[in-house]
């Protein structure tokens, strides 16, 4: 339970971060396809019998590095190299496996998540990772700020675009890869994508979108985590669905704030100061 609160926090700390960038420039769909992709690394570690960390991580930066590359210089056409990288990586994953003599029972933790198995190595993984992307996001803020709203004005400016690409889309591999022992493969895009969803609905800068996210995302995968636990349930999953149930919520408020604001200004009686 210790090594599982140590990792929710990690956890919220990377997704937040790493999210919100995803998030901002429209990333989604990609990070999905490193996600999946990266089921083929962990048919690789298990073919040949090394920690499925190395695996994982490989895969997932190559793919990441083609899905980047198709992205800046074939945007007409990345999401169909997305897809079928997506879908190679899945089905090697499944090949290799079949290949793989024995029958591998952590197997259901990669697709589902297992926060209560992550051992103390992932632990010391995921900590250098968020100092990394804590230090990067810092160093890099103004950068990014420029990249995510307006990538032509910041190429004027001088600022490497395509390498500052590349630097964040590899730790969005490497985040998606330490993620997956959290809440699974399957759902791990929902995790990089909900909490800074909902941030930035009420953010007013991208530093303040960044830190609601993590806030959220901590709140969402301890409170699943209680509820795993209370209730017998699989952890990944219940962290998604109360993170859904968020999400659910936010757009509720979000709509319900957008009434009152149409029918305040449709109302000539209202004080307008």
């Avoid at 997704?15 to 990333?27: A, D, P, Q, T």
Wanted: charged residues 10%; contains cysteine.
């Amino acid at each position: 339970m210790q090594n599982a609160l140590l990792a929710a926090v990690l956890a919220s700390l990377i997704c937040g971060i790493i999210g919100s960038f995803v998030v901002v420039n429209r990333l989604v769909f990609l990070a999905g396809g490193i996600a999946h992709a990266a089921y083929g690394g962990i048919g690789l570690a298990f073919f040949f019998g090394i920690p499925y960390i190395y695996g994982t991580i490989g895969v997932s930066l190559v793919a990441a590095l083609i899905m980047t590359t198709v992205a800046i210089t074939a945007k007409n056409r990345a999401d169909t190299f997305i897809g079928v990288l997506w879908a190679v990586g899945m089905a090697m994953g499944v090949i290799l496996l079949d290949l793989t003599p024995g029958y591998h029972t952590d197997l259901m933790s990669y697709l589902f998540g297992s926060i209560l198995a992550v051992p103390s190595t992932d632990l010391w993984w995921m900590f250098g990772l968020g100092v990394v992307t804590v230090a990067l996001t810092v160093f890099f803020y103004r950068d990014i700020l420029a990249i995510s709203y307006d990538a032509e004005f910041a190429k004027l400016r001088g600022v490497p675009v395509n390498l500052l690409y590349f630097v964040f889309i590899a730790l969005v591999a490497v985040s998606i890869v330490f993620i997956i022992r959290v809440v699974g493969l399957i759902l791990v895009i929902a995790l990089l994508t909900i909490p800074p969803y909902i941030a930035e609905q009420y953010a007013r800068s991208l530093m303040a979108m960044m830190f609601f996210s993590v806030i959220l995302s901590l709140v969402f995968n301890i409170t699943g985590l209680w509820v795993s636990y209370q209730w017998d349930l699989t952890s990944g999953a219940t962290i998604i669905m109360v993170a859904a149930t968020g999400f659910f919520i936010s757009l509720g408020i979000s709509r319900i704030i957008a009434l009152i604001r149409k029918n305040a200004s449709d109302d000539p009686g209202v004080f307008r100061g």
